[in-house]
Structures are given as C-alpha cells and as structure tokens.
C-alpha cells in the first residue's frame, strides 16, 4: 500500500516533476475550472480526490475507487474532480484552496496532503470554507480530526507490521522452516518501508532457525531490484533459502534476477500491495505471498466519508475516535486463496455498500 | 615501454586501469569478510566476486545502459548534451510492448515487427529533439531536457499508469537463454557495439562527430552541414536509447512509464567516467563501454561485499569524481564550465 511514499519520495528528487507539475497544472485547470460540474448544478457537494500523480497503478487504483462512488451517487464518474499534486505540498494546498473558494465550500474531498506538515493547511483551509476532508496516509501525530469539528471527518492509513509479519511467516514456511533469507526495503525514511521490515523481524524473532542473510533499500524500485537480487547472489549463493521484498515491484525485480539464473519459482518470494501480476506469480508458484490493502475500497470510502458528511447523512463529531483515525484492511494473499483474490479483487470488482464507513476497518486511535 | 607508460598513453588507459584496480579491490574486502566469518579464502582464487557467472551478472545488469550511454556518447561528442534518455527509453519500451501485444505476443508472429517499431520511435524522438534544439536554436541541454519530459508524459499517456508485462517465453530467452555461460541480450549488446563502433570510426557521419566537437566553427567554415549532423547525432541516440529500452523490457518482462527512470544519471555518469570529455571531441563508444563496466562493477561490488546501502551512493559519488580525475587531461584544457 504504500507504493505511496515510495513513489512519493522518489518522485520527489526528479525533476521530471517539473514538467509533469506544468501539464498537470493545465489539467486541474481544465478539470476544475472550465468543465462545469453536475453535481454543482444539482446542489450537492463536490466530490475531489487530491493526489500526487497517476503514473502508479496504487493512485490509479485509489481513484478508481472514488469514481465508483460517484457512480454511485447516480453521477457519471468522470464527475470526480481530479487534482494532481505531483510531489508539491504548495501545489497541493494551492490547488484545494481554489477548489474551495469556486464550489464555495461545498466539497467533499479525499486526499493525500504528499507530506505529513502539509495537512494541517489544508485541514484549516477545509474547515475555514465549511468543506469536509478525509486525509489518508499524511498527517502529523498531532493533527486529529476530533480538533476540528465535523469538517476533518476522519484519517485513513494502514499499519503494515502485523501483515508484513503474516507474509514473512508464509516465506519462512515455504523455506521449510529454516534457512537465510535477504530483504529488499523501500525508501529507508518511509514510514511503511520501516513497518514491514519489521514486520519480518518479528516473524524471524519468533523462529530462531532463519538468518538474515543481507536487508538493502532497493527504493521500491523494479530494476534496482534485480541488481541487488544478483548482486546476492553472487555473495550468498545457495545460503539464499527465501526473499522477502517490501512491495510487489521490487518483486518483481528479484524473480528476475532469479529467472535469469534459471531460479525462478525455486527460492520462495514473497512481495507486499496484492498486485494483479503478484497475483500472477502466485498463481504460477514464483511468489508466495503479498499483502492487499484494496486500494479503490479506500479511494471510494474517503469520498464517501467527506461526502456523507457534507449531506448530514451522520455527525462525525458523534462518532468515537476509532471512526475518526482508522486503519484500512489488510488481505493477506497466498497461493491456497489467490483464485478466490483474484475473482474478488482484480477481475471483479466487489460490490461495495459505500455506507458501510468502517466495516473493514480497525481502530487507529 | 617507453611509448606504453608516457602520460599520454596512461591517459588513454586510465579509466581501463581504474576498471582493473576496483576488480582486484573487491575481492580484498570479500576475502576479509570471509575470513572474518571463519571461512577459509584464498585471495582472487576464491572470490565470488570475480566468477564467470558475477561478470554474467554485471553485464545483464549493464547491457540497456550501455545502450543508453553509446547514444549519448555521440552527442557528447559533438561538445552538446542529450537528457532525453530517460523519456525516449520510456516511450520506446511502452510502444514495443503495446506493438508486440497486439501483433501477436510472441516473437514467432509478426510480433516482431514490435522491434524495429521501437527502434523507429526512438529514431523519430530523437530526430525531433535534434530539430527543436538545431531549428529553433535552443541548447541541446534545455532541448533535450523538455523532450525528455515530453516522453515521459507521453509514455504516461500510453500507459496511463498501468504497467505492460511482456512475457513471451521467445523474447524472455534475451535472459534466460545462455550462451557460454552468458545470455543472448548480451551478446545483441555486444553486436550494437560493434556495430556503433563503425559508425564511430568507418563513416562519415562518425568522423563529423569529432569535427563538430573539436571545432565546430572551424568545421562549419570547411564546408560542413553542421545541422545536419547535429540532427543526425540525435537521431542516432534516439535508436540506441530505443535499444536500451528493449533490454530494458528483456531484462525484467516489463515496459512501464519508469523503465526509464535512472538512465540519465547513468548514462552520462559512465560516458564521461570512460574518459569522453563533456568539452567534446574527445572520447568513443569503447571508452563507454569501459565507464558503463566501471559503474556496474561499483554497484556491484558494494552489495557482494556488504556494504549498507546508505553508504553506497556517497561511495559511488566518490569514484566517479575520482576515475573522472584520473580520465582527465588537465594540461590539455586551461577552464572548465
């Protein structure tokens, strides 16, 4: 799931940013400035997703989400008001800003502030025009949506160390119980990159016969993957009894490194964010296991949220904490259940009662 | 041996030098380790590091790199500068997995008309930064730094996000089939260098290269269509970012908006590693091959030896600037910019 901060990080010392930031600029202008808007016309609230850019399938997934539940709403889903941040907390601030001051508050938004500082802003911004947010992934420990009435309707993010736990247990099984694995993390900084590597710490802590062989940053990234994949291999040889890879990308990589030496399917792998490919590679005996966190769930869910909020249909000030910061599901996939994932998640898309706030979820606070 | 050590001469093979000393220094830090470990370990005998099957390893890692950096060598060449890569790369490998898909998914169909498709792409995205930077006369640096932003939206544009997985058994044995102990796309790698090396040596075009760089007054009053070659320099590097992007696919099954992503940084980092001068007029496609090894060697050797992953960008830092100062002539030029 946090495909997020990886690409958010990444992206970040890229200047490509620079000219994807201008196109997009010119998007959200037409998106929000030119197009007119239904929804406007019908009276009801807005409904936006800001977000950092769509060249990852997880925020392509996240809005998928929120045009399904706009669909729902009885509206076309090209009826979500896209605003693309990419990479810029300024732009992103600057962006909501202008969508408040035009649908006078009337707005129901989910976002990604792209950096944790960024959210307490754009809260404010939200509260002072009379819109409702839900933020999902950054915000500061200090920033809670029960300081700011009903307009900050509740935070969405996902803790990743029990799953990432589960996942490792399912590599260490694959091994037959024993043996050295080497790990392949995200952006060391990011917040998930550090949760599933511990995660893997304490499936290994529980059982005393695995070694960790080598842990580097592969920063989420396919290709870096495999350099460092064959760069183990080359130290550690057959001591590499199984892999364990913080998102499916990085995965990815590894099985090719491992294809390239005919390895392929013989050292067990697992990944993390429940991929239709990682789905694949399950499916054909190259992975083990990943970790899904269903991304349009929470993409349609935040929309929902904000929305229901805005229309009166419940008072967020009267819901407990636990509605307010919460954290997403988690469906841990491995090969005895891919088919079913598979049929569920990535070929259908399961009907969702988007009343349904906070079914899947756990308390965060 | 007097001709062979003359400064000059150590000049010439300085960066051949570094690949060798770095290839016999990290088997020094494996064999302390292992040795640290309780193993036993005889010195170069014994070293992982230096087996055919780590070289094999290397060179996979290697091969669409070095495709990157030969394109962008011409162009250094020419005393100009191409950052395109990274979106022609992009576009190139996005239209070769789309092309390929829909021609059929494997290379025994016409499929593999999905090839020489991308090559073209690339020919025409590098053609159109060379008139952009040579008709509307802007440096090739902001040139080609706009085209390279270009492709990666448009690649995006393609792909809008979703990543395209090529996993056609024939095409896939580019890395799983070997020959003597390598695989085929090294091999294609190998060809691509030969055969830019006669561009480089055998023809005309390769031989304007160097009189643009080394003088292109000079060259433009002895007759020379300097436009021309600028924009034929550009289309060149357009086809060998496009091979480089269909290594790139080869190597891990995918064409993604990123499959581009890094070559800049090592592209350009490996050309001028290799000994070709940034000034221009200087340099060719063997002194690239010998920066790319070096780049790939470093990376490596830090994983195989165990160093953290935060050191390595400041260690990779460090021996560029110093295989960079080695490579370098300072006699030979009064200013740098």
């Known amino acids: 799931m946090s495909f997020i901060k990886k690409f958010v990080e990444r992206e970040t010392i890229n200047r490509r940013q620079f000219l994807l930031a201008s196109m997009a600029g010119v998007g959200t202008l037409a998106a929000s400035g030119l197009v007119p808007s239904p929804a406007l016309a019908a009276g009801g609230p807005t409904v936006a997703w800001s977000y950092r850019n769509r060249t990852n399938p997880y925020w392509n997934a996240i809005v998928s989400g929120g045009a399904r539940f706009v669909e729902s709403l009885g509206m076309s889903g090209d009826d979500l008001v896209h605003l693309l941040n990419e990479g810029s907390s300024e732009k992103s601030l600057a962006d909501v800003k202008a969508l408040l001051s035009k649908t006078g508050g009337n707005l129901a938004l989910g976002i990604d502030t792209n950096d944790a500082p960024n959210a307490r802003p754009v ?5 002072a025009a009379g819109g409702h947010v839900v933020t999902i992934w950054n915000k500061t420990e200090d920033l809670h949506p029960w300081d700011f009435g009903d307009n900050y309707v509740a935070h969405i993010s996902w ?3 029990k799953p990432a736990e589960t996942v490792a247990n399912i590599l260490i099984d694959a091994m037959g119980g024993s043996g050295g694995i080497v790990g392949l993390g995200g952006i060391p900084s990011n917040n998930p990159a550090i949760e599933r590597r511990q995660g893997l710490d304490n499936a290994m802590a529980a059982n005393g016969n695995t070694e960790l062989l080598d842990y580097q940053a592969a920063d989420w990234d396919t290709q870096k993957a495999a350099e460092i994949m064959s760069s183990y291999l080359t130290r550690f040889g057959d001591e590499i009894k199984g892999v364990f890879c913080a998102n499916d990308t990085m995965a990815f990589g590894a099985i090719e490194a491992l294809r390239a030496e005919g390895l392929a399917g013989q050292v067990p792998v697992v990944g993390y964010d429940g991929t239709a490919q990682a789905a694949e590679f399950i499916k054909s005996g190259e992975m083990q296991g990943t970790v899904y966190t269903d991304p349009p769930w929470a993409g349609g869910i935040a929309c929902s949220l904000a929305y229901h909020a805005a229309i009166g249909t419940f008072k967020p000030s009267d819901e407990p904490k636990g509605h307010r910061e919460f954290f997403g599901p988690a469906l841990v996939v491995s090969k005895s259940d891919v088919d079913q994932f598979v049929a569920q998640h990535i070929d259908g898309s399961p009907d969702v009662d988007w009343q349904d706030f906070w079914g899947p979820t756990t308390p965060a606070a | 041996m007097k001709a062979l050590l003359s400064r000059d001469s150590l000049l010439k093979w300085a960066p051949v030098l570094v690949l060798l000393v770095l290839m016999l220094t990290f088997p020094i830090f494996e064999m302390l380790n292992d040795l640290a470990r309780g193993k036993e ?3 170069l005998l014994d070293s992982r590091f230096l087996s055919v099957r780590n070289f094999a390893r ?10 990157v950096a030969l394109g962008v060598t011409f162009i250094i060449i020419m005393g100009s500068i191409d950052l395109s890569m990274e979106g022609t790369v992009s576009v190139s490998a996005v239209s070769f997995a789309y092309a390929f898909i829909a021609l059929g998914g494997t290379l025994a169909s016409w499929a593999w008309l999905a090839m020489p498709l991308a090559l073209v792409v690339g020919a025409a995205i590098g053609m159109l930064n060379g008139l952009v930077h040579v008709k509307l ?8 730094l706009a085209m390279g932003f270009v ?21 896939r044995s580019l890395l799983t ?17 030969l055969l830019m090396w006669f561009v480089q040596t055998r023809t005309t075009l390769g031989r304007n290269f160097y009189a643009v760089g080394g003088g292109e007054e000079l060259a433009a009053a002895s007759g020379l269509n300097v436009s021309r070659v600028r924009i034929l320099g550009f289309t060149l590097a357009g086809v060998c970012y496009a091979m480089g992007g269909l290594l790139a696919v080869g190597k891990i099954g995918i064409a993604e908006t990123v499959t581009g992503a890094n070559f800049m940084f090592v592209s350009i980092t490996a050309v001028v590693v290799g000994g070709t001068a940034l000034w221009g007029g200087i340099g060719g496609v063997f002194n690239t091959l010998i920066g790319v090894l070096i780049v790939f060697v470093i990376n490596n050797g830090m994983v195989v030896i165990g160093l953290p992953s935060y050191i390595q960008s400041a260690v990779l830092g460090a021996l560029v600037i110093l295989a ?7 006699k030979a030029i009064s200013f740098v910019k």
């Open chain 2, 137 to 144: 006369k802007i440096p090739s640096f902001m040139a080609s």
């Open chain 1, 123 to 127: 809260v404010e911004a939200v509260q």
């Open chain 2, 41 to 43: 370990h005889l010195y």
């Open chain 2, 58 to 67: 290397i060179a996979i890692a290697a091969a669409p790199a070095l495709m």
């Open chain 1, 159 to 161: 803790s990743d160390t």
């Open chain 2, 324 to 330: 960079v100062v080695l490579s370098t002539d300072r």
């Open chain 2, 177 to 193: 089939v070997r020959w003597f102990n390598f695989p085929i796309m090294i091999y294609v790698a190998g060809a691509f260098l």
């Open chain 2, 151 to 171: 492709g990666t939206g448009f690649a995006l544009l393609l792909t809008g996000g979703e990543r395209v997985r090529v996993d056609d058994p024939i095409f």
